[in-house]
């Protein structure tokens, strides 16, 4: 498994950028939040909040899962920048089903 790289990550600014006037896809239980950018390449931003995932290792988990797939999707992604909202069902949800919902994001997002 490769390195999530720094330009592939989403700061503030960008993150703000993206919440201005967004585009939004709704995946349960995921919400995905996305804009065009300059940039020949995509860009991702994971938002998992207490409130909605309480031990700190099930948001880190998800957050890998999130960052995995996109990293293995982001060819097909290029010059977007994306922030996904994940909801507290996915933390009742299985590996495999997670991932498939995951992949199913990635797909609904290069459709649109």
């Given at each position: 498994?490769?390195?999530?790289?720094?330009?592939s990550?989403?700061?503030?600014?960008?993150?703000?950028?993206?919440?201005?006037?967004?585009?939004?896809?709704?995946?349960?239980?995921?919400?995905?939040?996305?804009?065009?950018?300059?940039?020949?390449?995509?860009?991702?931003?994971?938002?998992?909040?207490?409130?909605?995932?309480?031990?700190?290792?099930?948001?880190?988990?998800?957050?890998?899962?999130?960052?995995?797939?996109?990293?293995q999707?982001?060819?097909?992604?290029?010059?977007?920048?994306?922030?996904?909202?994940?909801?507290?069902?996915c933390?009742?949800?299985?590996?495999?089903?997670?991932?498939?919902?995951?992949?199913?994001?990635?797909?609904?997002?290069?459709?649109?």
């Amino acid at each position: 498994m490769s390195k999530f790289s720094r330009t592939s990550r989403l700061v503030k600014a960008d993150i703000d950028f993206v919440f201005a006037k967004p585009n939004k896809i709704t995946r349960h239980p995921f919400v995905v939040f996305y804009r065009s950018n300059t940039q020949p390449f995509a860009r991702l931003g994971i938002v998992i909040t207490k409130q909605a995932v309480k031990l700190a290792v099930d948001r880190n988990k998800l957050r890998r899962y999130v960052r995995e797939s996109f990293r293995q999707s982001q060819e097909r992604l290029k010059g977007l920048d994306i922030v996904v909202l994940v909801r507290s069902e996915c933390t009742a949800l299985e590996k495999n089903i997670l991932r498939d919902k995951i992949d199913h994001l990635w797909q609904a997002l290069n459709q649109s």
